[in-house]
Structure formats: structure tokens, C-alpha cells
């Protein structure tokens, strides 16, 4: 009798210490396979987030526009400039760390890590994303002395040259202007309309706001002449000379579109809105000149259709 009781409670007793030590065996190892799903499941998340920032931070593609390749068949290849002849010798070089600030006042507004003395350091200018020129259009482009930082000092201070006069002159004569953002709004306006230290400091144009990467487009047609980033305080900028020797300026743009030598439509994209240069928010800085004076462009913009009536 005690024989069978003994064998009985050994039959009882080791089974079930063998199926607690199989079911501990088994916590552990579904313990472990979930341990390790959920790491490479935060692994995987990680890696998905680091790609997501990454893309974001990414800076989207230069897009450089097609122009308008036809309006160039009219331009005479005998048209050739050598500006090393025709421009004074102080504006050939391109030393930004010379570049005078004028007034004072504005180098006093700079953070301290652009200040020179005088000038300002180029880094300041923002990011230079302005496409590389190519094909025929670069072609007149360096043939006409198109694209140098004198090209633009020239179009903002001097009657352009006869011979740039030429290649616009079968472009179309209608004074209005496209409005450069559609569906921005307008800001600060043309003249005496600063305030606190810079109050008696004309303002040579107009400011339109809109969100960074808005488009810009022509406000006429015209051949670009200038898209680089080495005018003092403005940033990525085009220039644009339309018929009878008016200009139009395109500044603090995040990007530009067109190169010199380019020929573009009212109402093509050449550039997108940015902050680059002395700008404290996404807006376009735009200027209008009549032979190297500077003209309200305001009263000669066409209404946008994006934008409510007042």
C-alpha cells in the first residue's frame, strides 16, 4: 500500500514540475520574440522618422524654366558688348567683404556674425540656388555681358547700354505690369515709407508678401539679365529689361528660375518667393526703373484676379 502511494504521488508530482518548467520555457521565449518585435518595430519607426525629417529638411529641386527661345531669333548675332571697356573700374570686382553698406545704419541692423568693416560677409546673402547657364540662350548671355554683378549696378544707376537696347526692342511696348505673386498681398509701398531710423530712407520699390516657394512671374517681357545672389542686401535676384529701356528687379527670392540670356513671357514663372538677404520674412522686394530711375510701379500694375477687391 505505501509502495503505491509513493508511486502515485511521483506520477502526480513530476508531470506537473516538468509542464511548470515547459510553460516558464515558453513565457521566456514569447517574452524574447516580443522583446524583439518591439525593437525592431522602434528601430524601423526611428529609421522611418530619421528618413521623414530628412526629406523634409532636404531643399526641394531647382527647377530652371524652358524662357522663351523664340523671342531670341529676332536678336542680331553682330550684337556683342565688352563691359571691361565700358564700366568704371571699381564696380569689376566682386569681393563681398568690400561691398560698402549704405547707409550705416543698415550694418548696424545685421547680425554681428555678417558685420565687416563696411561690407558684409556673403553667407549673409542666404542660400545662392540660381541655375547654371546653358546652351544658346548662355551663349548671348555672355555675348551681350550679361550676368556679372556690374551687369546689374549698370541697369540700376545708368541708361542701359545701345546695344541692350537692341535685343529687347522687338519685344512687346505695353507698359502694365503683370502682378509679380499671384495671390500675395501688398505690403510696404514705393517712397518715403520707412520708419524708426531708416524714416528718411526712400524705399526704391514695393513689397509683396506671400508664403516661401510662392511663384514669381514677369511682370512684362523681357530678357534676363542679371540672376545671381552678389547684390548687397537682396539676396537671390533677377533682373529683367523690357522695350524702350525699362527694368524690373526681383529681390530676396528663395530661388530663381532663369539664367542670363534667357528670354521670358509676361506672366512666366522666373523665380520663387524667399527671405534671402536683409529680409525678416518670406516677401518679394520688387522695383521698377525707367532707364536707371526708379519709378512707382503700383499705378501700372494689372489687377490679379486671385486677389479680393478692397
Not at 251 to 275: K, L, N, W, Y
Amino acid at each position: 500500500m505505501r509502495l503505491f502511494s509513493l508511486v502515485l504521488l511521483v506520477a502526480i508530482v513530476f508531470p506537473t514540475q516538468a509542464q511548470e518548467a515547459t510553460a516558464r520555457e515558453e513565457n521566456t521565449a514569447t517574452a524574447e520574440n516580443t522583446a524583439t518585435e518591439e525593437n525592431t518595430a522602434t528601430e524601423e519607426n526611428t529609421a522611418t522618422e530619421e528618413n521623414t525629417e530628412s526629406e523634409v529638411e532636404a531643399p526641394a529641386p531647382l527647377t530652371v524654366s524652358a524662357g522663351a527661345p523664340e523671342l531670341a531669333a529676332a536678336v542680331s548675332p553682330d550684337l556683342r558688348v565688352d563691359l571691361l571697356e565700358r564700366v568704371p573700374q571699381r564696380w569689376l570686382h566682386n569681393n563681398t567683404d568690400d561691398y560698402l553698406l549704405r547707409p550705416e545704419r543698415w550694418r548696424r541692423r545685421l547680425p554681428r556674425r555678417c558685420r565687416t568693416q563696411g561690407g558684409y560677409r556673403e553667407h549673409c546673402s542666404g542660400d545662392r540656388r540660381v541655375p547654371t547657364p546653358t546652351g544658346p540662350a548662355a551663349e548671348l548671355g555672355e555675348r551681350l555681358g550679361l550676368g556679372h554683378r556690374f551687369t546689374a549696378r549698370y541697369l540700376m544707376h545708368k541708361r542701359p547700354l545701345d546695344e541692350w537696347l537692341a535685343a529687347v526692342s522687338h519685344l512687346n511696348d505695353s507698359r502694365h505690369l503683370e502682378f509679380p505673386v499671384p495671390g500675395g498681398h501688398m505690403g510696404r509701398g514705393f517712397g518715403r515709407t520707412r520708419r524708426g531710423s531708416l524714416r528718411n530712407r526712400r524705399h526704391n520699390g514695393i513689397d509683396i508678401g506671400a508664403p516661401a516657394g510662392t511663384p514669381i512671374v514677369a511682370a512684362r517681357d523681357g530678357l534676363v539679365m542679371y540672376s545671381n545672389n552678389e547684390i548687397t542686401g537682396y539676396g537671390n535676384v533677377v533682373i529683367l529689361l523690357h522695350h524702350e529701356g525699362y527694368s524690373t528687379f526681383y529681390a530676396h527670392c528663395e530661388s530663381t528660375m532663369v539664367f542670363p540670356g534667357q528670354f521670358v513671357r509676361r506672366g512666366q514663372p522666373i523665380a520663387r518667393v524667399g527671405d534671402t538677404g536683409f529680409a525678416w520674412a518670406p516677401h518679394l522686394h520688387f522695383e521698377w526703373r525707367q532707364r536707371g530711375w526708379v519709378r512707382d510701379p503700383e499705378p501700372h500694375l494689372l489687377r490679379d484676379p486671385t486677389r479680393p477687391r478692397r
